[in-house]
Nanobody, 126 residues
């Protein structure tokens, strides 16, 4: 069982930057592929970004590519989502998730992930 805790959300203006963190208490995240998803009010949860176990493979949704960066921290129990040039449409609750699969990885598919955090709110205003 992995307990994930997101932090770093908040209220920012369009064009600002924000860094979200996802931490696992008491254990390393290097055994898991990690993803970030988001859900805006009235919308389905959507894929944002994912990083492989080793950190050398990343995926992004088209809507955030070039603006967001997912990375693993030096401390092996943290994963980050650096968000720049934030837009109004980035407003959502952001969730991190861990996938324990070894043989296969479907980074964009939310039901493939085994563990989820409680989410952190990101609100982008004009």
């Amino acid at each position: 069982q992995v307990q994930l805790v997101e932090s770093g959300g908040g209220l920012v203006q369009a064009g600002d930057s924000l860094r979200l963190s996802c931490a696992a208490s008491g254990r390393t995240l290097s055994s898991y592929s990690m993803g970030w998803f988001r859900q805006a009010p009235g919308k389905e949860r959507e894929f944002v970004a994912a990083v492989s176990r080793t950190g050398d493979i990343t995926y992004y949704s088209d809507s955030v590519k070039g603006r967001f960066t997912i990375s693993r921290g030096v401390a092996k129990n943290v994963v980050y989502l650096q968000m720049t040039s934030l837009k109004l449409e980035d407003t959502a609750v952001y969730y991190c998730a861990a996938d324990r699969s070894i043989s296969s990885w479907y980074p964009r598919v939310f039901h493939e992930y085994d563990y989820w955090g409680q989410g952190t709110q990101v609100t982008v205003s004009t």
